[in-house]
């Protein structure tokens, strides 16, 4: 599996922008699937964002669903997550994940091969 590490969280306000990263070790980040995931405090993690391994498919949580992009450059190991419009319920540890090998999607922690540390995002009203 993959190492990964995530950046690009803060506090913000409502209404502004992020832009998450997660970097990859290993040549082989192409043939993940990945994903974002997020927890808050007394909830359990949630599926946020995932996209296939060259990127043509993309899918998202409806609560997110016209303000958040996650798109990959395979070239530098990496997938983003640009966060727009946030609100103070975007307000998370937000988890980076590489799907389970082979696995097309990424969904649910059961599909988890790989986990980031996360990074903290935190939307002030």
């Known amino acids: 599996q993959v190492q990964l590490v995530e950046s690009g969280g803060g506090l913000v306000q409502a209404g502004d922008s992020l832009r998450l990263s997660c970097t990859a070790s290993?040549?082989?980040?192409?043939?993940?699937?990945m994903g974002w995931f997020r927890q808050a405090p007394g909830k359990e993690r949630e599926f946020v964002a995932d996209?296939?391994?060259?990127?043509?498919?993309?899918d998202y949580v409806d609560s997110v669903k016209g303000r958040f992009t996650i798109s990959r450059d395979n070239a530098k190991n990496t997938v983003y997550l640009q966060m727009n419009s946030l609100k103070p319920e975007d307000t998370a540890l937000y988890y980076c994940?590489?799907?389970?090998?082979?696995?097309?999607?990424?969904?649910?922690?059961?599909?988890?091969?790989?986990w980031g540390r996360g990074t903290q995002v935190t939307v002030s009203s």
């Open positions: 994940a590489a799907a389970r090998s082979l696995l097309a999607r990424v969904k649910d922690p059961s599909d988890v091969g790989s």
């Open positions: 290993g040549r082989t980040f192409r043939t993940y699937a």
């Open positions: 996209i296939t391994q060259t990127g043509v498919y993309t």
